[in-house]
């Protein structure tokens, strides 16, 4: 992930300008380029695939959208996109931007969002949790395959770790997983996998 040198932007004028382009989000105006590596995708499609595979067999009305826009809040200059969204479609009417543009701005129609971490790992740890938790996202999920997050948020020795945050009251109670172990999700009881599931080949 890298910043982008630019003058600062408004919602309406990312939106207009890199709103359909998955390589672009928005905080405090600035433009970051997120630009990620095949490992990167590679986890992210497999984490996909196990939720996807998991709201057919329980036939939940969720969506997984290809790419989505968070704004966590109306008077923030921040759109966040995250690696992967999990909507209630049955709620996405009362999005008000979401016929014209792959926007969400309502708690409500958010089930689950996961970042899969990278050279980024403070945004994923610190100001992501805050602006999730304060949107009122149910579940979030920080994929570490790596081991990249810093010692206070992983532990030493750094290795590879899974966490699983949960909306409690305001703030996230957060669980770690590390390689071989079960991965539990509130959002999604049924759900069997690990961290070794997603890995690069």
């Not at 921040?78 to 996405?92: F, G, H, S, W, Y």
């Amino acid at each position: 992930m890298t910043y982008t040198a630019s003058k600062t932007l408004t919602f309406a004028d990312f939106l207009s300008q890199y709103g359909d382009d998955p390589r672009y989000e928005l905080a405090d105006g600035e433009l970051i380029d997120m630009e990620s590596t095949g490992s990167h995708e590679t986890v992210s499609g497999k984490v996909a695939t196990q939720i996807g595979k998991e709201i057919i067999t329980q036939q939940l009305p969720w969506v997984i959208p290809r790419t989505c826009l968070i704004r966590p809040l109306a008077e923030a200059i921040t759109a966040r996109r995250p690696d992967i969204v999990v909507l209630d479609e049955t709620v996405l009417s009362s999005e008000p931007l979401w016929e014209k543009e792959p926007v969400i701005t309502l708690a409500g129609s958010l089930k689950l969002v996961v970042e899969v971490v990278s050279s980024n790992w403070e945004n994923d740890y610190a100001r992501k949790v805050e602006e999730y938790a304060l949107l009122g996202i149910p579940e979030y999920w920080i994929v570490d395959y790596r081991g990249l997050g810093g010692i206070a948020f992983i532990g030493r020795p750094k290795q590879p770790t899974f966490t699983v945050c949960q909306l409690i009251g305001e703030d996230y109670s957060q669980q770690q997983f590390r390689l071989r172990e079960a991965i539990a999700s509130p959002s999604l009881p049924n759900l069997k996998f690990c961290l070794n599931d997603v890995l690069p080949r």
